[in-house]
């Protein structure tokens, strides 16, 4: 199939929306036609270098919801009609990590950027007559997508697609950050530190988990305008300003639970972070730092003398087979306001200029929504 989609041919370079040939389905593979995609800022990882890949040119996206077209061999528990999220993380189900109920650590993880299909080895995008890596083996960029049934969730199909697209990554690493990586409790107070598409289920996730005060940190006056709305009363543009603001409200205690997920984590900004933390409390990493950052500021002292948890998380430490399905259950019971995080739809052509709005903070999170003239 002839189609088009958005590459990157090289570092900071561009997206090239162009022309895309995509194979057909084979075994435990399904095709689908992709109705949205969330513009998140780890495609942007990319293009900067922060995330390394194996090679170029790489066909972006890894948020997408669609409808499956066409079913391989070997699939039993999806069919054309089925309304389809695309997990930016696969799982199997079967490796250890899933057996162990960390799905989120699939062993199918490390192949996300190599390009190569799960079923076979083989590429099923080409573009210019050269192998295309599809991001985290989904290529949500591309009016159509054929992936593995490990990173394809079967959803309502009253769900509306802009709002299915966003949990395929951020809306639900957001909300595990709170609810499984941070474990918050009711009454526990908490600061999120980053407020986007991500650090705003963050932010809902602690609201539902009953947090007490919640605290928003972020540069932009407009998203400190809008985590008033999702539920945090008290905003700051940096950790200085919070540090003195969360300091006075709650007696120099801090926050029991803080959460960060900026664009980009910088370990320079570490301390900074684990200071707004209260004793044996816990600063929960969900931004990605650069590959090629080896510098790290941190008190250790005061680590261990107050005894502070510092963890990572990966897809908010759920699993997706389970988590998708139960953060949309919360929006459509009103608890997740998830039509509310999307700022503005975008052509495919426009992609340029959606990454642009989210660097320069105009939008929470915005979405590709593909017209028969993509295809």
């Known amino acids: 199939m002839k189609t088009k989609g958005a590459l990157i041919w090289g570092r900071s370079e561009p997206w090239s ?46 948020e997408g919801a669609g409808v499956i077209t066409e079913v391989g061999p070997e699939v039993d528990d999806l069919a054309v009609g089925d309304h389809v999220v695309l997990s930016f993380i696969p799982s199997c189900g079967r490796c250890p990590a899933c057996q162990a109920g960390m799905s989120n650590l699939c062993e199918l993880r490390p192949n996300l950027l190599a390009g190569a299909s799960v079923s076979d080895g083989t590429f099923r995008v080409q573009a210019r007559g050269r192998n295309a890596y599809p991001m985290s083996l989904v290529g949500a960029f591309a009016p ?31 909300y595990g950050s709170a609810v499984h990586s941070a474990r918050i409790r009711p009454g526990e107070d908490v600061a999120i530190v980053g407020v986007g598409g991500v650090g705003t289920a963050a932010l809902r996730g602690a609201v539902i988990s009953g947090a007490g005060r919640i605290f928003a940190v972020d540069p932009s006056r407009w998203k400190r305008t809008q985590a008033e709305k999702f539920g945090a009363p008290q905003a700051f543009p940096n950790s200085d300003a919070a540090f003195a603001g969360i300091a006075e409200a709650t007696d120099g ?13 910088d370990g320079r900004d570490l301390e900074g972070w684990t200071r707004l933390t209260a004793k044996a409390g816990t600063c929960v990493l969900t931004s990605i730092g650069s590959s090629d950052a080896t510098t790290t500021v941190l008190d250790l002292s005061a680590l261990t003398l107050s005894q502070k948890t510092l963890r990572g998380s990966l897809f908010g430490g759920g699993n997706p087979r389970l988590d998708i399905p139960e953060v949309l259950a919360l929006y459509k019971l009103g608890e997740l306001p998830l039509d509310d995080l999307v700022t503005r739809e975008y052509r495919l052509e426009e992609i340029d200029e959606g990454y642009r709005d989210m660097l320069e903070g105009r939008n929470i999170r915005g979405v590709i929504r593909f017209t028969e003239a993509d295809r």
């Open 253 to 265: 205690r801090m926050c029991t639970k803080v959460i960060v997920t900026v664009g980009l984590c």
């Open 17 to 62: 929306v162009e022309e895309i040939e995509i194979g057909a389905p084979r075994r435990g593979e399904v095709m689908v036609r992709m109705e949205t995609a969330g513009l998140c800022h780890v495609d942007h990882h990319l293009v900067t270098g922060d995330i390394p890949v194996t090679d170029f040119p790489i066909l972006g996206g890894h």
């Open 144 to 174: 159509y997508a054929v992936v593995h049934r490990s990173s394809v969730v079967k959803i309502d199909p009253a769900i509306r697609f802009d709002v299915a697209c966003l949990v395929g990554c951020a809306v639900t690493t957001g």
